[in-house]
């Protein structure tokens, strides 16, 4: 076998607990609501001040704007509050401090990264590259969300990350977001809801319409269809919690991007957001957009959704629709390939497929594309995120398991033109689990959600036993050369 040289730059990102967001903390219970709230109102004007301020003293450096997210928590509770007097501000800051706490987001791991160029290479030197590396941060409860930290790959191959604020926040979501008729429709009827109340709600709605034209259309249904029947109950359910699951966001451009965390907002994803895979996507009129896939999870089962932003602060979340979406690990090709979009997928939680579609929301006919080869990926093989266009071919980082669990990080190669032919695969891994890598919340595990070429060499981010994360750089032609070597 060609030796490849594995050149581990000095950089690991490691958990930090003291990067908290602010969380609702309400109970199940409306009477407990009502006790709290109680005896908030039960203090004096002057009791509330000094409570409040005694609050602020002790948690306001730890966030960039407190009182807005007390304030938010506040008028989730609002409805309980049982006397009709107005309420001082302070008043309703103490109320939403009661309903509030700390979420250390990152504080059991900061893992599977991927990494994509930024859109913004202004004053970069010649020769070097801005990124911006996505990271699955994971704290209480093992929820999942989206962290991302920016960094510059220097002429020479140097890699260095810009310090990490001691803030994150999380952004602004639209409270009235558009949403398109067909594709809506589709997941709809894939949903098991193809019946006449589904229709009624759709009918009169246009191509393309908003969140409270949605919420009139439904209104009118149910005042115009009593007796309310269980099927009307479910159907409308179910069209909420597809409205629910399709959302826009928005980070103020004052952040910066370390300080930008993508929380779980709807019902799918409740228990996390897991293992986005960014690419930046490149149509054929040369416009780009990035996409990323990911995991939904709710604690039960699990939903792949697309991640779509040309910025990195406005963010558009959306279903897949499609009998192709499901399982983990879906990735999109960075551009089309003869007018249509490409997708490598797992769909049977062994091999790795790869599909085609004339549309990035929709996925249904799969083709094999690599199965399991050598011990080290004998009980599975995935993707480590979108393949790479090269001059030698679509290189493809994958990742394997083997005995004892044991996760390793390999490599493959699809021609440029079919990109169903494998040209090149490595039967040695390229990265293995070793040393304290090998210790984490997961062990034996090296994993990566997505990797970047620049200057003839591979920039791999990797993900270390599910708990830290680092980077390492190999050079394409020894990749290429070991896989001629092991074809």
Same mark, same amino acid.
């Given at each position: 076998m060609t030796p490849i040289t594995i050149r581990r730059q000095d950089i690991t990102l490691v958990p930090e607990s003291a990067r908290v967001l602010i969380r609702p903390f309400i109970p199940a219970h409306a009477q407990r609501i009502t006790t709290i709230i109680g005896r908030a109102l039960a203090l004096s004007e002057e009791d509330t001040t000094l409570g409040l301020e005694a609050m602020f003293k002790e948690f306001d450096a730890r966030h960039l704007d407190i009182e807005s997210s007390l304030l938010a928590n506040f008028e989730r509770v609002a409805p309980h509050v049982f006397t009709h007097r107005p309420l001082s501000r302070? @008043?309703?800051? =103490?109320?939403?401090?009661?309903?509030? +706490?700390?979420?250390?987001?990152?504080?059991?791991? !900061?893992?599977?990264?991927?990494?994509?160029?930024?859109?913004?290479?202004? +004053?970069?030197?010649?020769?070097?590259? @801005?990124?911006? $590396?996505? $990271?699955r941060a994971t704290g209480e409860g093992h929820i999942s969300s989206i962290e991302f930290r920016t960094g510059l790959i220097a002429p020479d191959g140097g890699i260095q990350l810009d310090p990490v604020s001691r803030y994150v926040t999380v952004p602004e979501i639209d409270p009235n977001p558009t949403y398109k008729k067909v594709p809506f429709i589709v997941k709809l009827h894939e949903m098991g809801f193809d019946n006449g109340y589904t229709t009624s709600v759709m009918e009169p709605l246009g191509d393309t319409f908003s969140r409270s034209d949605l919420n009139q259309s439904m209104h009118r249904i149910r005042r115009e269809a009593p007796p309310v029947t269980q099927e009307l109950k479910n159907t409308l359910h179910g069209i909420k919690w597809l409205a629910d699951s399709n959302y826009e966001m928005t980070f103020s451009p004052s952040l910066a991007m370390s300080e930008r965390a993508i929380f779980p907002v709807s019902a799918n994803e409740s228990n996390g957001i897991e293992d986005a895979r960014f690419v930046r996507f490149t149509e054929d009129d040369g416009t780009t957009m990035y996409y990323a896939t990911y995991t939904a999870y709710d604690g039960h089962v699990i939903l792949p959704q697309l991640i779509e932003t040309q910025d990195f602060l406005h963010f558009r979340v959306l279903t897949l629709n499609g009998s192709a979406v499901q399982n983990k690990g879906m990735a999109l090709f960075p551009r089309r390939i003869d007018g249509c979009y490409a997708m490598l997928s797992r769909q049977d939680d062994e091999n790795l497929f790869i599909m085609f579609s004339d549309n990035p929301h929709y996925w249904g006919d799969l083709k094999v594309l690599l199965r399991p080869a050598?011990?080290?990926?004998? #009980?599975?093989?995935?993707? &480590?995120?979108?393949?790479?266009?090269?001059?030698?071919?679509? !290189? #493809? /980082?994958?990742?394997?398991?083997?005995?004892?669990?044991?996760? &390793?990080?390999?490599?493959?190669? =699809?021609?440029?033109?079919?990109?169903?032919?494998? /040209?090149? *695969? =490595? @039967?040695?891994? =390229?990265? #293995?689990?070793?040393?304290?890598?090998?210790?984490?919340?997961?062990?034996n595990v090296v994993y990566s959600c997505g990797s970047l070429?620049? *200057?003839?060499?591979?920039? !791999?981010p990797y993900a270390m036993s599910d708990r830290?994360?680092? /980077?390492? &750089? #190999?050079p394409l032609e020894e990749l290429f050369a070991a896989m001629r070597d092991q074809a």
């Open positions: 302070s @008043r309703q800051l =103490l109320i939403g401090a009661l309903f509030s +706490g700390e979420y250390a987001l990152e504080s059991a791991a !900061l893992f599977n990264p991927s990494m994509v160029p930024h859109p913004n290479q202004d +004053g970069v030197p010649e020769g070097a590259l @801005r990124f911006i $590396l996505s $990271l050598e011990m080290w990926e004998s #009980v599975k093989i995935g993707n &480590c995120g979108s393949p790479i266009e090269t001059e030698a071919g679509w !290189l #493809v /980082i994958t990742h394997g398991v083997g005995p004892m669990r044991k996760y &390793c990080i390999g490599a493959a190669l =699809l021609d440029l033109q079919d990109p169903t032919k494998v /040209i090149g *695969r =490595l @039967r040695e891994p =390229l990265l #293995v689990p070793e040393g304290t890598g090998r210790e984490g919340y997961v062990p070429v620049h *200057r003839g060499e591979l920039i !791999l830290a994360s680092a /980077i390492a &750089c #190999v």
